[in-house]
């Protein structure tokens, strides 16, 4: 029997997310839910603390802050977080626990995206496209010359991953194709599974940097990995090596800039022309699947069943 609408749980999604999810939460039946209706712009925080008073459940992104005072202007009626996001920086763990309010995040669905952008990036840095087509456009393109916008090739060279887990393994996957001659990988610990996989060699961090043609950052923020590709790490680096960061904090961007330009060619370059907006999942499908996810992990949370995919908090 149909509950009236009235009585439904209350939810309040922060953002217009992509049409998938909303659809879910439409056609459920479970829940009455208020949206933040734009997508051009983040709930601003006053509105979003009156908003959540009361509600049982909250589908966020990563733009909302979800700490002890929004959790308190919520009140204890709120069970359920679910978070649009694999990332969960924006979260205060602890204080989500202390209430014992149950997690939902949306892991996977989004690894083949950031692999692709992961994938483009290099290429687009190695083969020196943001260049070449600045010298197409303004001119600069004369006679063919024997040198001019040579970049560095994917074959028989070494790629090294920092932070081994589903996104570094689908980034090697794509790339073993291109002839890579060795991949080698860091991480807290070696991951045996995970490298099999893609035939990495565990090596430390000191030997990551020495030994990498391509260095691609693919690691969880944490504690030990906020800020770990610093001034020491490019240091060590050959200066003909790529980096490539698709990882949130990991490296402080003023540091980079302020670096001499010859001990790492490419960071200079990659900063200057190709630093790219928050894009590495934003495919239709991607984004759509993520939707989708949030919303059930908070209708499955709202019923009190397992999630399809939960924080252990
Ligand atoms: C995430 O989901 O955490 C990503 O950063 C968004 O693309």
Avoid at 131 to 153: D, F, M, P, S, V
Avoid at 290 to 302: E, F, I, P, R, V
Wanted: charged share 25%; glycine share 6%.
């Amino acid at each position: 029997m149909q509950r009236e609408m009235s009585t439904l749980p209350r939810v309040y999604v922060t953002r217009q997310i992509p049409p998938e999810g909303l659809k879910i939460l439409r056609e459920s039946g479970q829940v009455q839910f208020q949206l933040w209706d734009s997508d051009d712009i983040p709930v601003p925080r006053q509105e979003l603390l009156e908003k959540v008073k009361g509600v049982d459940g909250l589908l966020c992104v990563l733009t909302e802050k979800i700490d002890a005072e929004l959790l308190e202007a919520a009140g204890p009626n709120l069970k359920v977080l679910s978070t649009m996001s694999v990332g969960f920086d924006h979260l205060s763990l602890e204080e989500l626990k202390k209430r014992g309010i149950r997690v939902g995040y949306t892991p996977d669905v989004l690894t083949d995206a950031v692999a692709e952008l992961t994938v483009a990036l290099l290429l687009t840095t190695s083969r020196r496209l943001i260049e070449a087509t600045h010298e197409a456009k303004t001119g600069g393109w004369g006679t063919w010359r024997t040198l001019w916008l040579c970049g560095y090739e994917l074959a028989n060279s070494t790629v090294g991953i920092l932070g081994l887990g589903r996104i570094g393994v689908a980034i090697a996957e794509r790339l073993a194709p291109f002839k890579v001659k060795k991949f080698i990988y860091t991480d807290v610990a070696p991951r045996p599974e995970l490298a099999s996989i893609i035939n990495a060699e565990y090596v430390s961090l000191d030997e990551l940097a020495k030994q990498s043609d391509f260095l691609t950052v693919c690691c969880a923020l944490t504690p030990e990995t906020k800020e770990i590709c610093n001034k020491d790490l490019f240091s060590k680096m050959k200066n003909t090596s790529i980096f490539i960061n698709t990882s949130r904090y990991i490296l402080s961007q003023d540091k980079l800039l302020t670096m001499n330009e010859n001990s790492l060619r490419t960071v200079i370059i990659s900063c200057l022309s190709l630093i790219l907006p928050h894009i590495a999942s934003a495919s239709y499908s991607t984004r759509n699947a993520m939707s989708a996810l949030a919303a059930n992990n908070l209708l499955l949370g709202l019923r009190g069943e397992p999630m399809i995919k939960e924080l252990k908090l």
